[in-house]
């Protein structure tokens, strides 16, 4: 299948936050919200895009035939990179999301990139299904986490993907501080 991973250039901000709008539409994958706020999406957007020259930002796209059907931003902090992904219903299943997921775990690691973490609904098997392929594990159950419009308060999963697994440090859960005997 002739897909494109690249990164996003400003070119492309219409088609990101059209595809974000749409995943937002069906209600039941990701945080945002609709009525979308279009402008700040578009200024936070454009703020990624423009840091993709530094180790801090990256927003990928996917492109079949030309057309944008899926995008990953990635944001790096202190070492921990924070992931969020679309895929256009209709070109889901397809390996899209894979390819994206493969690159920015590319990128995470190139740009030193200690772990990446993420948080997904607790009904969004496939999304967690795709993570736990690379790897990923569940680091948490976050119970009544986020307030949505309606008023109700919705359970979260937060899953992390060590990428530096030499550093000193723990193995298994910690019961002691690093260096004494348990630690
Ligand atoms: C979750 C999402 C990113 C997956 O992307 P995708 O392109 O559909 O995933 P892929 O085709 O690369 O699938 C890779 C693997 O993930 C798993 N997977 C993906 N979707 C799945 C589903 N609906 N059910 C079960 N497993 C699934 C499978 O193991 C699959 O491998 P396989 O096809 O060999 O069985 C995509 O469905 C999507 O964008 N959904 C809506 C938005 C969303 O949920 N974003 C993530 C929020 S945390």
Known sequence: MPVTI???????????????????????????ELPLDREGDRARHLATIEAQGGTTDLMLIAELYGVLVG??????RVGIADLG??????HRGQGIGSALLAAAVEWAREVGAHKVQLEHWPWNHGARALYERVGFVE?????????????????????GLVLDEDAPGHGERATEPPGTAGG
């Open 71 to 76: 995008s990953l931003s990635m944001h790096q």
């Open 139 to 159: 680091e948490g159950y976050r119970r009544r986490q986020y307030r949505r419009k309606s008023g109700a308060l919705w359970d979260s999963v937060l899953m």
């Open 85 to 90: 992904m679309n895929i256009a219903d209709g």
């Open 6 to 32: 690249r990164r996003a250039t400003p070119d492309d901000l219409d088609d990101l936050i059209d595809l974000r709008e749409c995943v937002a539409r069906e209600g039941i994958w990701i945080g945002a």
